[in-house]
């Protein structure tokens, strides 16, 4: 009973605080009630993980008194904000909404698919969420840096100097979010703590299934979710913790919501796309990177709308602002600590041609010769040939294409020019992985490309 | 609607039928070819997932595909050149979903059989026996320790064992974890530590520095020694 009431808070107050958060950021507007929750939860999660590092900056205590005292302020300022806005606000407009039913007048055979398709998410989540509380941490890195920095953080009751931890440079998000649930439990769990990431899995599942159905049907959208749950590497990480899971969450979310953005400009929107962006820098160092094409992919899409230069600027600011704000913070620290800002980006610009067959190698037999992955590539491969020529036209398209190639040449490039980490990447272990972090764009693109619309939507 | 179904069983006929003759030359039965093609999209799963595990059967796999979507696009029936280029695309788009069916419906049995492996284990021992199971040694032994030293020491793992090489390296940051909070990995190391923890070291007693005390011994390869300013 305690644990049971202890996990609610655990979760309740990061989640309501994101809750206030997302509300505050889209002001007058917010999206569909399950894609509010969906998006709040890593939002609070997020705000969570920084407020505690702050907090330990300023060398107080990370106990649950004190944790909880940050987050009880938070949330105190969030909702007086709340309720002075409401004095000015009229009506909250609902944004990116279709109102359309799953089963609508499907026929009986088409009914009974898509009740099988529900059925297949719902059998796998309660295995992930099964596998999640009866399986020890024993995950290589779980073990080696993520839970052990939790585990040491909850013990010390601080964040040691980094040089002290496992991989100095990399960030504290996910050891972060896991001491707080064990502070709530009182004593360092093993099994509750796969909770968070499950949970992570699970919101992102849904708003998943919210963007794909805004630019196709909520049939296609299920056909989606079906796709991703089906991949064995993503079941398998969506119960143990990793930072490739959580970095899917933030990378993907920020991604979709540019890509709505490119639909209907929005301040809101591109706000809270830049926020989790600038989030994924403190879950993985990847997400650095990440940010990178995220602003590129920003600017094109702020020039394509062909405002004046106050608009241009605004969006600047909207996308840049955040994501810059929140990439910092845990560099400017590794800085003060004399700390290596990354330990892989060793690039020597001595071009390791060498190399390039096994890179190659490694991508082709990761990729189509793999368990992990179900037949997903060969089938995107397959919608690209068959559909590219009629929908390549398509904002949404663009943008996800032009992401998955940065991301992928962005790759190719390290492990081309750098020693250490590109001999990291094109381990199998690392490779396959680091897949998993912009995978659903993959399963996102074979639904756009094969749902049958009237006509492709042209680029602004 | 049933256009597609017929599509997929006359697929699903045809796998069978290749299942058939593949067995052939690969000298299993039947159920022997399916479970090396179920084995091929499930591998054993370790506690690391499934990475770096290939298979020669994915290139057999791929032909299906390529041969069931001509089958299909065979029994559509003709047109022109350029319109049979593009049933032939679309019987491959088809074709791969019901291989992805087929896929996903094996994982569906495998992951279920996997996890009530590890439910009977889960329900069957008790916590720290069902640890013992999934964790091994490293996690006996710093049990033990922990249960010796509760409270918070700053520790050093002293070893015969190379814990930089890859096969040691597992068991060294197993064992630091499940020390915690006993600190052997994130402290200064000039620092005098509390406990000087020696694992699989032969001989180990003979290496224990003047300021510690034996405190601790575990078979006859590993001890614990304190400082002796702490007892």
Redesign the interface.
Known sequence: MIISLSLFIAFFLPWIIGYELLSLILRRQKFNPVLMVSLSYGLGFGFLAYLMFVLSFFKLALTLCNVQAGLISSLAILLAIRVIDKKKEKNEAVIFEKKESLFGNASLLLKIIIALGILYVLYNVALILLRALIVPVCSWDSLATCVYNAKLIFYEKTIPPLKFLPHPSYPLGIPLMITWLNLNLGYFDEYYLNLISVFLFITFLCVFYYFLGYFTNKRWALLGVVLLISSNLIYFHAGIFYRDLPIMYYCCCALFLLVLWAEQANKGVALLSSTLIGISSFIKMEGSGYSIIFILLSAILINKTKQGWPGIRKNIFLFVFPALILNSVFYVVKFMQKVQATEHYDLSFNLLIHRIPHILEVFFFGVFFSANWNIFWFLFLVSILVRFRNKGKNVSIRVLILNTSLWIFILFVWALFSEKGGSALISPYTFSRVLIHYFPLIIALIILLLYPSAEAKEVK | ??SI?FLFLLVTCFLAMAVTLISIPLELSIKGTLISFAN????K?N?????????EL??V??LL?FMSAWLISVVLGKGTKKGRVRQY??S??IT??V??AV??LI??VK??DR?NR??RQ?LILSDDD??LK??GLPYAFANKIRKEFPG?YTANLISDLDFSSDIFM?MH??I??QL??I?V????KQDRPDLLIYFLKKNAKDFVPDNYVIRGRYGNSSLVAVRKDLL
């Not at chain 2, 990995?185 to 200064?188: I, N």
């Open positions: 609607m049933k179904l091929a999209w499930y591998p799963e506690e690391n997932g499934f990475y770096g595990q290939r298979s994915y290139p796999f791929y595909i695309f679309t491959l788009t791969c979903f291989f992805f896929i996903s994982q569906v992951r279920t996890l590890i439910l889960y069902y640890k999934a964790l918070t597992g940051r197993n630091c974890y915690l909070p600190n990995r994130s402290h200064d």
